[in-house]
């Protein structure tokens, strides 16, 4: 990327090789662009210096269909392995958060997170990254983590990326900007084109990650879109809520759930869409939007959250008969409120 200075790819590609034992670091839900971006740079360390222990630890579990980026069952999740990662964050010299912008975003882990006393490096493309690491990599004019680790990786390596690296890389490029078709730039699609001429079997990530979802999980879309999806005309407003009856019903599994909040967008008139899911003691909330209106202001002033302009998230803590209400009433008045506020 243009807007990184040469110095600080120096930085990186110094600081990895002073570093004997490396901890990467992804966020609560971990996504496609979260799970590609930490196995694609553990892939380039473990491919490009052989003596150097790198391990990947994520707060939560990574969906189903993640699976194929993880082959070897090498990423730690810290729900099953607390022993472990404490071992590993007092053993490591070097820890990298990616596709993050906050300590808190790594949830369980924020504790050892903020305790960790070595150098700490930030890869990441979201608004306003707060200064908690020595080293901050980070663009919004990136499609993703992925992209932009792939630019750096480009940048530092002398030798050409490997499948194994460009794998994952292509496999956030793919997820976070819904196939091409939002949070891109120029750069994204030169990263694309970079990738299919070298070979990589394209068409085959394309196929693990859409086309190889349960039954459950495509019928519990029909259910969600046939008798969930409320629609506020007059607000150009949709909400899903997807209650802890239902995923039981549909046997649900995290990340069953993904893509599910773009769909009430492919509506004429619908601008803005939720999705609701029940959580433990909270309701997750994930928010969309089309072109003009800043779902990461509306999360930030409404649904104790924040995010990108155009896909944000954040918690609820109130009944689920309130839900309805509240939302309608938030959307309306931030509306009124941010009337000309959010245009770009
Ligand atoms: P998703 O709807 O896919 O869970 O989240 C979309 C985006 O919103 C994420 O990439 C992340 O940047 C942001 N996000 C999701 N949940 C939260 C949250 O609880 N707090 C903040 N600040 N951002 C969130
Ligand atoms: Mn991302």
Redesign the pocket.
Known sequence: MNNIIERTYQDFSEIIKKSTQIVIVGHQ?P?GDCLGSTTGLKMYIKENYRDKKVDIILPNHFPEYLKFLDLENEVIVFENNEDIVKTLFNKADLLICMDLNKPS?TDSLEEFVNNYKGYKILIDH?IEPAPFTDLIISSVNTSSTCELTYWLLKKISDKQLTENILKPLFTGLITDTNNFSNSVFPSTFLMASEIIDTGLETEEIQSNVWSSYSQDRMRLMGEMLLNKMIIFNDLGASIMILDKETQDRFNFNKGDSEGF?NLPLNIRGVKISALITEDKDYFRV??RSKKNISVNDL?KQYFN????ER?????LFIPINEILPYFENSVRAFLKNNGTAFER
């Not at 959250?305 to 990108?308: E, K, L, W």
């Not at 896909?311 to 918690?315: E, I, Q, S, T, V």
């Open positions: 839900n996504d975003r979201h909040v994930s928010l999360s959250g924040g995010g990108h896909a944000a998230g954040g918690r």
